[in-house]
């Protein structure tokens, strides 16, 4: 059975703040890796990763996949509260997503 | 706005009854999933519909069942409701159900189920 776990399950941090969310996974069949962010309902797509070692970055979030090592890592820097969300991780396999559970992220002022 | 309509937004109803959840998936798009997400947790696949035809089935009770119709449209129905059904369900569009390209996958704004 497919099986994508994130750390921490939630974390709170000042506003600067640097933070680093971390998904681990074990499937079968591995096309990509994809991180989304939740605010209130529906998710929105930051990142898709297929390659290890190739960092994406977007502004002040980027991220890195493990092939190897079967994980991957989402980096916010300089933290804002509008950061506040839960970060959803999710493997795609054999044409289906497999989410994690997420990490709920507090940015404080 | 993803383009992708679910309705109701939020509904309560108690156990033992059956719900219906609609979804609309964006224009031109064939694949619609749905998902479920229990408080504090990630999204469940429960099961996914391409051009009408069930494409893959995930964690889906018998309790519940979908279907997807000519005009695309899907609806998720929950019967024998129990407590622990309480969730917000999400649907989910996107072009193709061949190869799942996780960044063309477009969630819509979810329906609140509660059971009471």
């Known amino acids: 059975e497919d099986k994508v776990v994130q750390s921490p399950l939630s974390l709170v941090v000042h506003e600067g703040d640097t933070v680093t969310l971390n998904c681990s996974y074990e499937?079968?069949?591995?096309?990509?890796l994809l991180w989304y962010k939740q605010e209130k309902k529906a998710p929105t797509f930051l990142f898709m990763l297929t390659s290890s070692g190739i960092e994406k970055k977007s502004g002040r979030l980027s991220s890195i996949l493990d092939k190897k090592e079967l994980f991957s890592i989402l980096n916010i820097t300089a933290t804002q509260t509008g950061d506040s969300a839960i970060y959803l991780c999710a493997v795609e396999a054999k044409s289906m997503l497999t989410f994690g559970g997420g990490t709920r992220l507090m940015v404080k002022p | 706005d993803s383009g992708v309509t679910q309705t109701p937004k939020h509904l309560i109803t108690a156990t033992g009854q059956r719900v219906t959840l609609r979804c609309s998936p964006r224009s031109g798009d064939l694949s619609v999933y749905w998902y479920q997400q229990s408080l504090d947790q990630g999204l469940q696949f429960l099961i996914q519909?391409?051009?009408?035809?069930?494409?893959a089935k995930g964690n889906i009770l018998e309790r519940f069942s979908a279907q997807q119709f000519p005009d695309l449209h899907s609806e998720l129905n929950l019967s024998s409701l129990e407590l622990g059904d309480s969730a917000l369900y999400f649907c989910?569009?996107?072009?193709?159900?061949?190869?799942?390209?996780?960044?063309?996958?477009?969630f819509g704004e979810g329906s609140w189920l509660t059971v009471v």
């Open positions: 989910a569009s996107s072009p193709s159900g061949k190869q799942l390209s996780g960044n063309t996958i477009y």
């Open positions: 519909y391409y051009n009408g035809e069930e494409r």
């Open positions: 499937v079968t069949n591995f096309r990509s």
